[in-house]
Nanobody, 116 residues
């Protein structure tokens, strides 16, 4: 069983930055993706970014060039640096860890609100 706890969300003005962090507990594999998804009101959950030793980093199109993901495999943490935020980035951001056969672990989520 893997448990994920996020921190770092909040309210920021458009153009600003936020850094999200997630710490995990339980048995994990470095080659399995760990990262972030987000869900805005009325929308489906979407990929923000993930990272693993096999697949490297993957970003959603909106995140590429503005967001940066990093993972500390020894500390079982993953962070997301978000820059040049816009109101469209307002969402609940979820930390995730994925295993085969669509087994996914999720954190409770952290709210990010970007004001215009």
């Amino acid at each position: 069983q893997v448990q994920l706890v996020e921190s770092g969300g909040g309210l920021v003005q458009a153009g600003g930055s936020l850094r999200l962090s997630c710490i995990a507990s339980g048995r994990m594999f470095d080659f399995r993706p760990m990262g972030w998804y987000r869900q805005a009101p009325g929308k489906q959950r979407e990929l923000v970014a993930t990272v693993s030793t096999i697949d490297g980093t993957k970003y959603g199109d909106f995140a590429r060039g503005r967001f940066a993901i990093s993972r500390d495999y020894d500390k079982k943490t993953v962070s997301l640096q978000m820059n040049r935020l816009t109101p469209d980035d307002t969402a609940v951001y979820y930390c995730s860890y994925s295993l085969p056969a669509d087994v996914n672990y999720w954190g409770r989520g952290t709210q990010v609100t970007v004001s215009s």
